[in-house]
Each structure stands twice: as structure tokens, then as C-alpha cells.
């Protein structure tokens, strides 16, 4: 082991250490260095934490920081920083403050001149992203879906024509009742990824168009468990939406004042012989 604090450049400073996101080979040799010298750990779960640093044989304290303290105790580590001593936050999984805590610690740090030390490491949005065999070259993090289907529906309909690839957490309880609104709001040629316990023995990565994928995870009750990560394929203007008859589109506008778009489309595709997901997306941009 390296004799403590001999090798830090940097002390004394806040460390962001990710940690394995699964597969604990995935630690780095410094995250494992910066444990092991750090006068304290500030932990989302010290519990948690602490089986992972009795794996490495790092006996490092440890001290709570989560959401529901993070506020009330950011300060404290600020002090404890400028006095002297060095730490590293750290989470549950994978990269602090992406959908975890730290965030009012990192900038109480950087209000009060304490020198903040990034660590590249494990990251679920990034693992996912790079097999996702989506576009890479603009894409955003929107972190969990609100819990209730409304909010799900709105930021849906808030990211629907975003042309860069969207990504976003989802727990398995939820994952059924959020694929149902991605197939109401963006239909079922939209392509997405669902990447799942990624990095662990199960790791599952797999995309479809969405109306498949929906079948695809309700025919294995064992791909609506894990950890898992979506991958929403940016906005691809149709150009067959762009070729709906005038009348067909009169039609749509006087049977929605009446009925939900979404029955509205099926009665006009099924009345004018055209695709009822060309007419639900002309609906959802022009009447909503």
C-alpha cells in the first residue's frame, strides 16, 4: 500500500471517485490510491460503501451524505477541507452526482476556493451509450422519468422532436408502465435501446423499434430486472406525415375535439387508408 497522503499532489482537496458500476474490476488503480489516502469518505450509503472498501482492504472512515442531508452537512466537509484534510465523496454506483448526490457539496467546494479533483471512472449513461449503436455525436441525459404518468407523458412530449439521442434511467417497477407512455407519445417505429445490468452477469443491450421492444420485454418477466438504462434514437423527420392529404388532416382536427388524439388518428387512418402513427405525430405537433 502507498504510506498515506504521501502521493496526493493535491491535498488538501474534495476527490469525486466513481466506483464500479457492477463488475468490481471496474475500479480505477487510482480511485483505489485516493481511498485508500483520503482522511474520510463521503458515502451515499456507508453500509453499502463499506463492502465495497473491505473488498480492497481500505480502512478509511466513512460519513453519510445523501439526499436528504446533503444540504445540512455540505458545509461541515467544506470546513473539514479547509482545515486540512482530504475527501472523497463517492456513491452507491458508478460517477457522483449523475442522478446521486453531491452536488451542493461540490459547489459549497468551489464557492469556498476548495480544489476539486475529478476522477474518470464508471458511468452507467456512458456504458450504455457507447454499445448502444445510437448517435453519439449529440445526446443528453434526462436523468430518472417522473413517477406518475403525466409527467412522464410531458417530458416525453418535451423531448419528442430533440434530434439529439435521449437517455434515461428507469427502475424496474416502473419500466412497464414507462414503455406504455413512450409507445402513446412517440409511437412504435421510434427506435430505443434498453441496456440493463450492465457490467454484471445478466448484462442485457438491446434495441428495437419501440412497439417490438415492448413485446420483446413482455415475453421474459427476467428483462424487467436490474439497473437499467433507455436510449431514445433522436427526431427523424417523416416525410410520409409531411404528404397527409388535406382532407384526412380536416378530419383528424374535427373528431379530436371530440376524442383523445390517439383514437382520433386510428379512426382517420382506418377512414382515409393512411398510417395512424403519421397522423398521431402530425397530431401531436400541430394540435397539442
Not at 415492448?214 to 404528404?243: C, F, P, T
Request: proline share 5%; hydrophobic share 40%; glycine share 6%.
Amino acid at each position: 500500500m502507498i504510506d498515506n497522503k504521501t502521493a496526493l499532489l493535491d491535498l488538501p482537496a474534495l476527490y469525486i471517485v466513481p466506483t464500479p458500476i457492477g463488475n468490481l474490476g471496474d475500479i480505477t488503480q487510482r480511485s483505489l490510491d485516493i481511498l485508500h489516502q483520503v482522511d474520510l469518505i463521503a458515502a451515499e450509503d456507508t453500509r453499502h460503501t463499506g463492502r465495497l472498501l473491505s473488498h480492497f482492504g481500505i480502512a478509511t472512515k466513512t460519513y453519510a451524505l445523501h439526499d436528504h442531508n446533503e444540504q445540512q452537512k455540505a458545509q461541515v466537509l467544506v470546513e473539514k477541507v479547509l482545515a486540512g484534510e482530504s475527501i472523497a465523496l463517492v456513491s452507491d454506483a458508478g460517477t457522483p452526482l449523475i442522478s446521486d448526490p453531491g452536488y451542493h457539496l461540490v459547489t459549497k467546494c468551489r464557492q469556498a476556493g476548495v480544489k476539486v479533483v475529478p476522477l474518470p471512472g464508471a458511468c452507467a449513461v456512458i456504458t450504455a451509450l457507447s454499445a448502444s449503436g445510437l448517435p453519439s455525436d449529440r445526446f443528453s441525459f434526462e436523468g430518472f422519468f417522473p413517477a406518475k404518468s403525466k409527467g412522464r407523458k410531458d417530458k416525453l412530449l418535451e423531448i419528442y422532436k430533440a434530434e439529439r439521442t435521449c437517455i434515461f434511467y428507469e427502475s424496474p417497477h416502473r419500466i412497464t408502465d414507462s414503455l406504455a407512455d413512450m409507445l402513446e407519445v412517440l409511437g412504435p417505429d421510434r427506435e430505443v435501446v434498453l441496456a440493463r445490468e450492465l457490467t454484471k452477469t445478466f448484462e442485457t443491450i438491446h434495441g428495437a423499434p419501440l412497439g417490438e421492444l415492448v413485446e420483446w420485454i413482455e415475453e421474459d418477466s427476467n428483462r424487467k430486472r436490474g439497473e437499467m438504462v433507455l436510449l431514445i434514437h433522436g427526431y427523424r423527420e417523416d416525410k410520409q406525415a409531411d404528404a397527409l392529404p388535406d382532407d384526412a388532416l380536416r378530419t383528424l382536427k374535427i373528431l379530436v375535439q371530440e376524442l383523445p388524439l390517439k383514437k382520433a388518428a386510428a379512426l382517420v387512418a382506418e377512414i382515409h387508408n393512411l398510417k395512424k402513427n403519421a397522423l398521431y405525430k402530425w397530431g401531436l405537433e400541430n394540435l397539442e
